[in-house]
């Protein structure tokens, strides 16, 4: 009787499940299917304005949309059911596919095989040789106590930004419009300190190498050119077009600078007697593993993507305590409650700095520097009722959800107050874990994240206990670029306490 009720209840459930064709999503023309909604001009789709579009897609068909028809491209489905996005992740396998970047793939896999053969890192890469990558690194990546090992490097990096800003700040206290890339010069020195244990001197007055500077250019090359390469007529694959030349010349600025330092870190952890506690990144992935050569590859992976993303999330977070001054006080009040007068950061603060960081979540539902994140599916999964074929990209509209008032009561509004407690506004009850991901989720989730964050707010809290930030021009806003960050000059007043 059971098994006839469990056999019937599979039926009715197999019954219920659409077919993929019954998908809603915008209608595919002839010949070049829905690519042409990318094309300038002609198209409505604009790759700077992807936060617009996914919206639009979702005000016009739902929780569930299908984009088919690209050009060397597999469909992409976009889910905006934080349930949905759950029950994908929780049934995770061993080895989940991200929706393939086919650019960095031909860079890593044919271009460059010599470098990356047998360790071609965790980006734009997946199966065996990603997993066995991950599997080598991730324990030293995302213990959260080793992450801790380098607050007091990252302070001084930070330290050395604030010094940056009292020399280039005017007599009104303002910065110069282009502050953003003294933001990536800070990331830059932090990344370098923390993985290989160099200082760069990216934020010195005089002496700051011009090859950092190259490096940044190039790092900003690379993600500017990803968005016309994968979601624009693939030419690239069939001739070297301008915008692939240019691609390619970045990443071997990343490629030849990152293995310039590593090797140097590599060569003076030979001869260096440090304690355990003292080692950078690298040394501590030589020390377990012995391999220089995945050591390099993790120190590329690392430059490529840790340095736009948290440049940008600091920029987007000043902005938006500039906007929302009375939020402002309330942070200045906790950071003289609970760091020195001198303002050096310690372990036992980071816990305590708890409005800090619900300032960090809060910018980061409203506007996460990437705004989705995706599956390649290996198997053919029933999502939103319908039949996903084997090979579809599903992408997970993460800025969409958080930013709706299913998930986010009051969404439109700047409420840090949401990410503390439970039960009210100011304690409010508990939030959908799958609403906001800003670094993903899994076992594909943002493997420098507990860096990520450390620099994140340690960098805040001392630029926030030091000034009062403020912004007096027209009101930003937001696009991609390629991460989403404001629009315009950060021409930020920095007025000591």
């Known amino acids: 009787m059971l098994r006839r009720t469990m056999e019937t209840l599979a039926a009715e459930v197999s019954r219920s499940v659409r077919p993929y064709a019954e998908m809603p999503g915008p209608t595919p023309i002839p010949l070049l299917g829905n690519t042409w909604r990318f094309i300038p001009f002609i198209g409505d789709f604009k790759i700077h304005e992807v936060d617009k579009v996914s919206r639009r897609l979702h005000e016009e068909y739902g929780d569930i949309v299908k984009v088919e028809g690209l050009l060397n491209r597999p469909d992409m489905v976009f889910v905006y059911d934080a349930d949905e996005i759950e029950r994908i992740f929780r049934q995770e396998e061993k080895m989940p596919h991200r929706p393939m970047m086919p650019s960095l793939h031909a860079y890593k896999h044919c271009l460059k095989r010599d470098v990356f053969a047998g360790n071609p890192g965790v980006i734009a890469v997946h199966g065996e040789g990603w997993y066995n990558f991950r599997s080598k690194v991730q324990q030293v990546m995302l213990q959260p106590r080793t992450a801790r090992m380098y607050i007091g490097t990252i302070d001084e990096a930070s330290q050395a930004l604030l010094d940056r800003i009292e020399r280039i700040k005017d007599g009104a206290n303002e910065v110069p419009g282009n502050f953003l890339n003294e933001l990536h010069k800070w990331a830059l020195e932090s990344i370098a300190r923390v993985a290989l244990d160099v200082r760069l001197g990216c934020l010195d007055e005089e002496d700051a190498p011009p090859e950092t500077q190259r490096l940044i250019n190039a790092v900003l090359q690379f993600f500017k050119n990803v968005g016309p390469l994968e979601l624009k007529i693939p030419w690239w694959k069939y001739f070297p077009t301008p915008t692939w030349r240019q691609y390619i010349n970045a990443l071997d600025v990343i490629l030849s600078t990152t293995s310039k330092y590593t090797n140097i870190a590599l060569e003076r952890a030979k001869l260096s007697g440090k304690a355990k506690d003292e080692l950078s990144l690298l040394e501590r992935v030589l020390q377990i593993e012995g391999n220089t050569q995945l050591a390099t590859i993790l120190a590329f992976d690392l430059f490529l993507v840790g340095i736009d993303t948290t440049s940008n999330s600091v920029a987007s977070i000043l902005y938006q305590m500039a906007q929302h001054p009375d939020k402002q006080d309330l942070l200045y009040e906790e950071l003289k409650r609970v760091l020195p007068a001198d303002g050096h950061v310690e372990t036992g603060h980071i816990d305590q700095l708890k409005y800090l960081k619900a300032c960090v979540r809060e910018t980061q539902r409203m506007y996460p520097v990437v705004i989705g994140n995706g599956r390649c599916m290996t198997n053919d999964t029933v999502i939103g009722g319908y039949q996903v074929p084997k090979g579809v990209h599903v992408v997970f509209q993460h800025y969409v959800i958080s ?75 937001y696009y991609i670029d390629p991460m989403y960050t404001p629009r315009g000059p950060l021409k930020f007043r920095f007025v000591e306490r």
């Open 403 to 477: 930013n709706t008032e299913r998930y986010f009561p009051r969404s439109s509004e700047f409420l840090p107050e949401r990410w503390i407690g439970s039960g009210t506004l100011e304690a409010p009850a508990p939030r959908h874990a799958f609403a906001s991901l800003p670094f993903g989720y899994g076992r594909r989730m943002c493997l420098g994240r507990r860096f990520a964050d450390l620099e994140i707010i340690i960098v805040l809290s001392k630029i926030f206990q030091r000034y009062r930030v403020e912004y007096h021009h027209e009101k930003l806003e």
